[in-house]
């Protein structure tokens, strides 16, 4: 694995100095031993199918893009058909009319003499040394970097993110995130902040990987889904390349044996993003349908087929206050049992009362 590892990172310096044929030199003896279908081939074939295309073979890149379709990595499979999208559209005609062309003019005899001779007159003009050349200062490093996170960020913008929890008993908690591209492809932004996720080592795991990015998290306490939230928000601020504040979950239950009262806030520090469009942050809430246990602000809940939207507003602080009440069921039923039982008591005890006695054999 050592002599792969040196072998990619030898590969990736030649792309960088664009020696695209010291790169297929070094991979394609690599390609006998990794199947397309494995994640080492994979990387390897995309590697080359860069220095294909750097040197204009593009129809070896398609085929080698074709074998690439069926491999396990989500994200290679991703790359392989954007790539071929590019390498498969049609190529147009250069109208004749974006060009000049320049005719050849031939000069006269006399002409190239006298040219040469006024050549041969003009001094040599000796300019001053310069000195060394110097790299570009820090400050400008700084500003083309944010630019380029900037383009980055707002051309992955077109996308709605929805945060969706669903109180399942007291103190737990299921969270899901739904990510959906609203061009209706997978977009870079996506794979790159499923990429950061995994290298977190997430409870949120990848459910459902189409058009639409579905994550969802097993049932867990109000403490856990907090810190879940403040490692979502972290990977995405990493991938977008902006400082986002984390969310803050406060919570204050209250158990009454037959049941909880539950108060839980949400908080949502977005002023620190810009407002890019087609960017939509939601928050959709199971399981509590009545308006009135929502404190919203600065966005009032939408109510829709039995769920609460809660768009989130960019550029402001964005509060959500919930109170609800979960009945424990083990308790509803000791206390249904316990009714029952003193209730039969009690008709017994009126019915011997009245004179009638147990049941006697006759005599």
């Given at each position: 694995?050592?002599?792969?590892?040196?072998?990619?990172?030898?590969?990736?310096?030649?792309?960088?100095?664009?020696?695209?044929?010291?790169?297929?030199?070094?991979?394609?003896?690599?390609?006998?031993?990794?199947?397309?279908?494995?994640?080492i081939?994979?990387?390897?074939?995309?590697?080359?199918?860069?220095?294909?295309?750097?040197?204009?073979?593009?129809?070896?890149?398609?085929?080698?893009?074709?074998?690439?379709?069926h491999?396990?990595?989500?994200?290679?499979?991703?790359?392989?058909?954007?790539?071929?999208?590019?390498?498969?559209?049609?190529?147009?005609?250069?109208?004749?009319?974006?060009?000049?062309?320049?005719?050849?003019?031939?000069?006269?005899?006399?002409?190239?003499?006298?040219?040469?001779?006024?050549?041969?007159?003009?001094?040599?003009i000796?300019?001053?040394?310069?000195?060394?050349?110097?790299?570009?200062?820090?400050?400008?490093?700084?500003?083309?970097?944010?630019?380029?996170?900037?383009?980055?960020?707002?051309?992955?913008?077109?996308?709605?993110?929805?945060?969706?929890?669903?109180?399942?008993?007291?103190?737990?908690?299921?969270?899901?995130?739904?990510?959906?591209?609203?061009?209706?492809?997978?977009?870079?932004?996506?794979?790159?902040?499923?990429?950061?996720?995994?290298?977190?080592?997430?409870?949120?795991?990848?459910?459902?990987?189409?058009?639409?990015q579905?994550?969802?998290?097993?049932?867990?306490?109000?403490e856990?889904?907090?810190?879940?939230?403040?490692?979502?928000?972290?990977?995405?601020?990493?991938?977008?390349?902006?400082?986002?504040?984390?969310?803050?979950?406060?919570?204050?239950?209250?158990?009454?044996?037959?049941?909880?009262?539950?108060?839980f806030?949400?908080?949502?520090?977005?002023?620190?993003?810009?407002?890019?469009?087609?960017?939509?942050?939601?928050?959709?809430?199971?399981?509590?349908?009545?308006?009135?246990?929502?404190?919203?602000?600065?966005?009032?809940?939408?109510?829709?087929?039995?769920?609460?939207?809660?768009?989130?507003?960019i550029?402001?602080?964005?509060?959500?206050?919930?109170?609800?009440?979960?009945?424990?069921?083990?308790?509803?039923?000791?206390?249904?049992?316990?009714?029952?039982?003193?209730?039969?008591?009690s008709?017994?005890?009126?019915?011997?009362?009245?004179?009638?006695?147990?049941?006697?054999?006759?005599?």
């Amino acid at each position: 694995m050592s002599n792969i590892a040196s072998a990619i990172k030898a590969t990736e310096a030649a792309l960088d100095k664009g020696d695209y044929g010291t790169c297929i030199r070094i991979i394609d003896p690599l390609l006998l031993h990794f199947q397309a279908e494995t994640e080492i081939g994979g990387q390897l074939r995309l590697l080359i199918v860069t220095a294909y295309i750097g040197k204009g073979d593009e129809q070896k890149a398609i085929n080698i893009c074709q074998t690439l379709i069926h491999n396990k990595k989500e994200s290679v499979r991703q790359q392989a058909k954007q790539l071929l999208s590019i390498l498969d559209s049609p190529r147009l005609p250069k109208p004749s009319n974006w060009s000049v062309e320049i005719p050849k003019l031939e000069m006269e005899p006399s002409l190239k003499s006298s040219f040469s001779k006024a050549k041969k007159k003009r001094k040599k003009i000796y300019h001053p040394p310069t000195g060394p050349t110097k790299s570009l200062d820090f400050g400008f490093s700084i500003i083309t970097l944010l630019i380029i996170l900037l383009l980055t960020f707002l051309l992955s913008g077109c996308v709605d993110i929805s945060t969706n929890l669903s109180v399942t008993g007291p103190d737990r908690l299921k969270i899901s995130l739904d990510i959906d591209s609203n061009s209706g492809e997978t977009i870079p932004w996506q794979t790159k902040f499923e990429d950061n996720l995994t290298k977190k080592h997430s409870i949120l795991k990848l459910q459902t990987h189409e058009d639409q990015q579905h994550f969802e998290s097993p049932t867990i306490r109000f403490e856990e889904a907090n810190k879940l939230l403040q490692e979502i928000v972290s990977v995405a601020s990493k991938t977008s390349g902006f400082s986002i504040n984390k969310p803050e979950l406060i919570t204050n239950n209250k158990n009454w044996i037959i049941g909880t009262n539950q108060n839980f806030k949400i908080y949502f520090d977005l002023r620190e993003i810009p407002k890019i469009p087609g960017l939509k942050l939601n928050i959709v809430i199971h399981d509590i349908g009545n308006k009135n246990n929502f404190k919203t602000k600065p966005l009032e809940p939408i109510l829709k087929q039995g769920l609460t939207f809660f768009p989130l507003e960019i550029g402001q602080i964005n509060q959500l206050e919930i109170s609800n009440w979960k009945w424990n069921q083990i308790s509803v039923g000791i206390i249904l049992i316990i009714a029952l039982t003193l209730l039969s008591l009690s008709l017994q005890r009126l019915r011997l009362q009245m004179g009638f006695g147990f049941p006697e054999l006759p005599p």
